[in-house]
């Protein structure tokens, strides 16, 4: 099997998140924070170091200020709804995914002005054109940091820079970058900062979380309330990090994992993870201006994209073509829209959307190569010799 479909949610795990996930289900394996005992108190000490990890990978400043979810949906709804009221106004792309469009509708309905910035043919935006869009209205701008369809970079530093300047908060959907390239929340002005856990982190489903800066941390309302082991006296919620935005018990086993994915990385080394991604997107995207595809999306620069590279093959449907290529070659990809429709939309590939290989930091150059040989094949035989 070739595995080209990081983007939906990284495989292989390394061994690390494996067996760090059985040593807590082994050595404590309950509820973290809830109880006096030792297990529980081991527990507890497992989800602080992710916190720490975590903070450490994106250089915020408070371990605390980790505030964990089950995915970066979670974070974004956690974000969006615990920020915008009727009244107010956010900027957003039309490169998101519906993790950010379609809490923002259901929003608009209740009466928050919504602006959708157009964005260019390879999913590009203009700083500048959120610039224009900030009404005296505007309390959020929400983006994500990498296209889930092409992989475009947008440019959240300058973004970050503008919104602190208009003192508005900014938030950043990192699904597609945390642990694929650097993040440094302070220094590029992201105030949240949403991420999920199974993908470019190499945790487990079922974690995520939003890393709350000091500027959002006053202003942003709880999504759950509910049980945290803390203040139980009181039937009021607490105000304090990170249980103030935390209730019931977490996944400390997935969040063990998680810690053990981005030490991995961190053992890896970032920079060293990216190099290796970009020369297998490169690969691709070179090899494929041979085939008979319709269009190869997203930014030619490698540097400013993720791993991500989405196209269509002439005379094939996307869902067909990514059927073929698993049943015939065993490479596993992903067809269709990627929840982000908006994004097709200015891509050109709505309604069918396109096949997208999304490469992570196990696959190689040899599975590239015969990824590019099997398009090859299937673009000479075309559609009618499947049948």
């Known amino acids: 099997m070739i595995y080209f479909d990081n983007a939906a949610g990284s495989w292989p795990k390394p061994e690390v998140v494996l067996a760090a996930m059985e040593r807590f289900l082994r050595e404590c394996g309950v509820g973290p924070g809830r109880s006096g005992h030792s297990l529980s108190i081991g527990a507890g ?6 916190r720490e990890s975590v903070a450490r990978l994106f250089l915020l400043d408070d371990p605390l200020a980790v505030v964990f979810t089950k995915n970066a949906t979670e974070a974004l709804n956690l974000a969006l709804y615990g920020l915008l009221e009727p009244g107010d106004h956010v900027i957003t792309s039309a490169m998101e995914h519906n993790a950010v469009l379609r809490p923002l509708r259901f929003l608009e309905e209740g009466g928050v002005g919504v602006a959708r ?10 700083p500048d054109d959120v610039r224009r869009a900030i009404t005296d209205k505007t309390k959020l701008v929400v983006l994500n940091h990498a296209s889930n369809v092409v992989g475009t970079l947008l ?12 003192d508005l908060l900014f938030c950043v959907d990192a699904a597609q970058s945390a642990g694929a390239v650097p993040i440094e929340m302070k220094e590029m002005g992201i105030d949240l900062l949403a ?3 199974h993908k470019a982190l190499l945790g487990p489903q079922g974690t995520g979380g939003l890393c709350v800066g000091e500027r959002a941390r006053s202003r942003l309302r709880p999504l759950l309330r509910g049980g945290t082991g803390s203040s139980s006296e009181s039937d009021n919620h607490p105000e304090f990090l990170p249980d103030c935005f935390e ?10 994992g998680l810690a053990a ?12 993870i990216r190099e290796h991604e970009s020369d297998l997107t490169a690969r691709l995207i070179d090899g494929l201006q041979d085939i008979p595809v319709t269009g190869i999306l997203g930014p030619a620069d490698v540097r400013r994209r993720t ?7 002439d005379g094939w449907s996307c869902s067909e073509l990514a059927q073929a290529l698993e049943d015939r070659f065993g490479i596993c990809c992903r067809a269709g829209l990627h929840c982000a429709p908006l994004a097709h939309r200015t891509l050109g590939t709505f309604p069918e959307g396109a096949v997208r290989f999304s490469l992570g930091i196990f696959n190689t150059q040899s599975e590239v190569s015969t990824a590019l040989d099997a398009l090859r094949d299937l673009a000479t035989q075309g559609r009618g010799a499947m049948s």
């Open 45 to 50: 000490r497992s989800v602080y170091g992710a």
């Open 247 to 256: 209730a019931g018990t977490l996944n400390a086993v997935g969040l063990s």
């Open 117 to 126: 910035l157009p964005c260019a043919g390879d999913g590009t935006i203009d």
């Open 195 to 197: 991420f999920t856990g």
């Open 261 to 272: 994915g981005i030490g991995f990385i961190r053992e890896m080394g970032l920079s060293a």
């Open 307 to 313: 791993s991500i590279v989405s196209f269509n093959l």
């Open 155 to 166: 440019p959240v530093a300058e973004v970050g820079r503008l919104a602190a300047e208009r």
